[in-house]
């Protein structure tokens, strides 16, 4: 969201592929998590993010919207036609989304994505 919002005030619109997918996971979220994590004594390999999954372009939205900005300002673009424009040095996987399976068992959930932004956006506005 602070790029979104700083691209958006600068340049007024944006282009954000809207063909990858993955786990939005706001930090003050994933902090809490892994304390929670330590408290319960979990160890090994844990996969924490926040609920739901999310185009890179429902993410910008999301985002523009919360920071009281004009979503319809992110345009969405293929990762081909954006890579046309902006190369960049690594490929990303289409769907890297993630499930908290094991942190869920211990009864450690995350927060919906969309509503760590309706937290978090607002504050960018101020910044």
Known sequence: PRTVVSVLRTRGT??????????PTFAGDLAEALVALLARGGSGVFHLANEGRASRHDLARAGASAAGLDPNA???VSTPEFLATYPLPARRPPDSTLANHRAAALGIRLRPWRDAIAAYAPRLVDE
């Open 14 to 23: 944006m282009s954000v592929v809207d063909d990858e997918f993955g786990s």
């Open 74 to 76: 992110v345009r969405p």
